[in-house]
């Protein structure tokens, strides 16, 4: 059984979150930067721009190759219950954003993370649609 529609929308949904968070991480990187480094000088480190930056960077690669293998595990093996993990993540997204919106450490400049918080939202709700559920049961042999 090829794709159905609801697993396509899903991949592109999911895969165009992962890409609006990282741009909106490039288009806020020096704000990011400065907010790392004033973090450190606080606690008595020497910041430098090549720490916060190559801190910033580890954390995005592993949080981009940790949100592809999901993807990966859902879209291409059909693992299943991978989508309660990335539903455990988005959940945590969701707490973040409104966290930020009610406590008013929000700013214009994370656009990007409600946009892309949105669609990964969007993304979870196509994976418990009626022909997603098939799929995935399909590939169990039910």
Same mark, same amino acid.
């Given at each position: ?44 480190? $020497? ?6 930056? #190559?801190?910033?960077? +580890? /954390? ?5 190759? @940790? %949100? ?22 988005? $959940? ?6 409104? #966290?930020?919106?009610? +406590? /008013? ?5 994370? @656009? %990007? ?30």
């Amino acid at each position: 059984m090829t794709k159905p529609a609801s697993i396509k929308k899903f991949d592109y949904l999911y895969i165009g979150s992962v890409i609006v968070g990282l741009a909106g991480l490039m288009l806020g990187w020096d704000t990011l930067i400065q907010q790392m480094n004033a973090e450190f000088a606080a606690q008595g480190v $020497a910041p430098e721009d090549s720490f916060a930056s #190559t801190t910033v960077i +580890t /954390g995005v690669l592993m949080g981009t190759a @940790i %949100s592809l293998a999901l993807w990966f595990l859902i879209s291409r093996l059909r693992i299943e219950f991978v989508k309660w993990i990335i539903a455990l993540f988005t $959940a945590w997204s969701v707490i973040s954003v409104l #966290t930020a919106i009610v +406590t /008013g450490s929000f700013s214009v400049s994370q @656009i %990007s993370g409600i946009i892309s918080t949105v669609m990964a939202v969007a993304a979870i709700y196509m994976l418990f649609q009626p022909d997603a559920k098939a799929w995935f049961a399909e590939k169990r042999g039910d």
